[in-house]
């Protein structure tokens, strides 16, 4: 079976820094997209970050320039880094990855959710 473990999330100063990390276990042929998403409470959940295998990068408008999303290939990893963080970065965050198993079928897999709480 599929898994994705996160790690990191915490509680941070406005202005200070986490790092998230995401990595996916099972059997598995390969991950792409991946990347990350938040939820406040109540509102949706909304796009904070994917990458490509390749390198390529979406990232939401509301944090460019403060997040940066990277990612492992060989490990199956892919991070976070948040600066500058806001009170409005408080959320749940959730890794996201589309990955293929061994039997080529591709779906869409969640991890278990961090939270992130910025004091201000």
């Known amino acids: 079976q599929v898994q994705l473990v996160e790690s990191g999330g915490g509680l941070v100063q406005a202005g200070g820094s986490l790092r998230l990390s995401c990595t996916a276990s099972?059997?598995?042929?390969?991950?792409?997209?991946m990347g990350w998403y938040r939820q406040a409470p109540g509102k949706q959940r909304d796009l904070v970050a994917v990458v490509t295998t390749g390198g390529s990068t979406n990232i939401a408008d509301s944090v460019k320039g403060r997040f940066t999303i990277s990612r492992d290939n060989a490990k199956n990893t892919v991070y976070l880094q948040m600066n500058s963080l806001k009170s409005e970065d408080t959320a749940v965050y959730y890794c996201?990855?589309?990955?293929?198993?061994?039997?080529?079928?591709?779906?869409?897999?969640w991890g278990q959710g961090t939270q992130v709480t910025v004091s201000s």
């Open positions: 099972g059997r598995i042929f390969s991950i792409n997209p």
């Open positions: 996201y990855a589309r990955i293929a198993t061994w039997s080529r079928r591709a779906d869409d897999f």
